[in-house]
């Protein structure tokens, strides 16, 4: 059931991932049986083979080291007798083995451990309910009372509860959106999510050599992640980036960045921190496309630490498998479905199209058709490439693909929890359980949409349900402006009891409340 409300213009999307319009094509998600492209099968699979130099000499360096382990010094002294009689085969074997043994070393990736990550949880005086909401929204008086009921219907239909959080410039009446308070909710979000990580992990920041930071909104100068070194005062020496303007999707694209800069950067500690600012970016306009940012966007943030060192696997969570990335920027309808504008007024606001969940649709089956390979089972790849043989090849029009049961490679799904239609649809069309839909549905009631660092705060609701067993997979999916759809994802490397954990994650005092029921409405247009 679709939960976003139909603008008169058409443009309604919930932050950056779901959209809604009159034509019910345009509400959701494409059938993902209906089309295939072989390409991105192709792309799948080319992600595998590259690493399979690595896949192949991994067994065969195994095999070697079981068969000499087997060796009595009997044969070792055989072997060698008839070695030093025989110097073109002792060059040779040695030759081989030192190509070998190099080749493997070269080639095999840097394992990157996900050592523990934190997400911060304001205060309560900056929490807004509903009713706060409406009534704040009502007494700025910038907003028609057509703008005010719009975005009351959006409010009722989101998914979100009554606990979510604004920062206090955005509370105030008249809201004061200026660079200092952008500062000030910038700081207690990064800073808050920081500290709670450096107290769960006891790494010292002078350690961290690798910073990564991801806002997509709000980029002053000095950077955010020059913020970061300033009040930490982080190493001279410290490779560090500031992302912005890559939406939702951006934590996951962090993540990538922080994967490939370990690969080049022996025992290093890498901070990735995602994060969105509300302040500056509160629109104050009528044009519905805009309106709805206001609706689902609150305050939120998260900081992941990651590292390569292999001292550190025992006492990580998790492990990092895969990354998948796929961007749909050289099309321009995908390109612009979420767009930072003005409007007519000169309001500044981000507008978004009436094809955002075509365009969310088809990144989100790129992605994963690019992804099943990796990660699926054989028997899956076998069906679903026997269906798209017959269809494809045979002309066999009335076998539909097989759509691969993704609940046979992950135990748990943290989907970007943007709004409760593309939630619906992704549930629908992935034929997933409320069980595995739960983490996302809660975290978007409980904290609204977060941006980049909701997956993290579905990631934490999982640990806090004590869900997490060791060698789990865990699937992480955003969708972000652009248009991107990017995967990452984990293996757990211990069962996570969150009863034992010195700092608390943002759950843990009140997880006994979930899940809650969350009322189902249907879609009402506002024309």
Not at 10 to 30: D, E, F, H, K, Q
Request: charged share 20%.
């Amino acid at each position: 059931m679709d939960s976003t409300v139909t603008p008169n213009n058409g443009a309604v999307a919930s932050g950056g991932t779901a959209a809604a319009s009159p034509p019910a094509s345009r509400r959701r998600l494409p059938d993902f049986q209906q089309s295939v492209r072989l390409k991105y099968v192709k792309l799948g699979y080319h992600y595998l083979i590259s690493n399979g130099v690595y896949l192949l000499l991994t067994p065969l360096v195994v095999l070697v080291a079981v068969h000499l382990s087997t060796l009595s010094p009997g044969d070792v002294a055989d072997l060698w007798s008839h070695l030093r009689f025989n110097l073109v085969s002792v060059v040779a074997c040695s030759t081989l083995l030192v190509f070998l043994s190099t080749v493997y070393f070269f080639t095999r990736p840097r394992p990157v451990y996900l050592v523990d990550f934190a997400c911060y949880k304001p205060p309560p005086e900056l929490r807004c309910s509903r009713d706060t909401f409406f009534r704040n929204s009502k007494l700025t008086g910038c907003f028609t009372d057509d703008s005010l009921e719009f975005q009351r219907k959006i409010v009722e239909r989101s998914g979100l509860g009554d606990d979510t959080y604004l920062p206090a410039a955005v509370l105030r009446v008249p809201p004061n959106p200026c660079m200092a308070e952008a500062r000030l909710e910038a700081e207690a979000v990064m800073f808050g999510a920081v500290d709670d990580l450096l107290r769960k992990t006891g790494v010292h920041a002078k350690d961290i050599g690798v910073l990564v930071v991801n806002c997509s909104l709000f980029n002053p100068t000095p950077s955010l992640s020059a913020m970061v070194v300033n009040h930490y005062k982080l190493r001279g020496n410290i490779t560090s980036y500031n992302l912005g303007g890559m939406g939702c999707s951006a934590g996951l694209l962090a993540i990538d960045l922080a994967k490939d800069l370990l690969q080049v950067h022996p025992n290093s500690y890498a901070l990735v921190i995602s994060m969105e600012n509300i302040t500056l970016n509160w629109y104050s306009g009528n044009d519905r496309s805009m309106l709805v940012s206001n609706c689902l966007f609150r305050m939120g943030g998260a900081a992941i630490l990651l590292s390569n060192r292999r001292s550190e696997k025992s006492r990580s969570k998790y492990e990092l498998v895969h990354t998948v990335r796929t961007h749909k920027g050289g099309d321009d309808k995908c390109f612009g479905c979420v767009m930072q504008e003005e409007d007519r007024d000169g309001e500044v606001g981000v507008s978004l199209s009436k094809d955002l969940m075509a365009v969310a649709g088809d990144a989100l089956k790129t992605n994963i058709t690019t992804l099943g390979p990796l990660v699926l089972p054989l028997s899956e790849q076998l069906l679903f490439a026997a269906t798209l043989v017959g269809k494809k090849l045979l002309k066999m029009k009335k076998i539909k693909p097989y759509i691969p049961d993704f609940k046979l490679a992950f135990e748990h799904f943290c989907i970007h929890a943007g709004g409760r239609a593309v939630l619906d649809e992704i549930e629908k069309n992935l034929e997933l359980g409320k069980w595995h839909m739960e983490p996302s549905r809660m975290t978007l009631y409980r904290f609204g949409n977060t941006s980049s660092s909701s997956l993290w705060y579905e990631l934490a609701y999982s640990e806090a349900k004590g869900r997490i067993r060791r060698r789990d997979k865990i699937w992480q999916i955003a969708f972000g402006s652009g248009f991107k759809c990017n995967s990452a994802v984990w293996r757990a490397l211990r069962s996570v009891n969150p009863e034992e954990e010195e700092v608390k994650n943002p759950w843990m005092d009140e997880i006994h409340r979930f899940p809650v029921v969350v009322p189902k409405i249907s879609r009402v247009s506002s024309e």
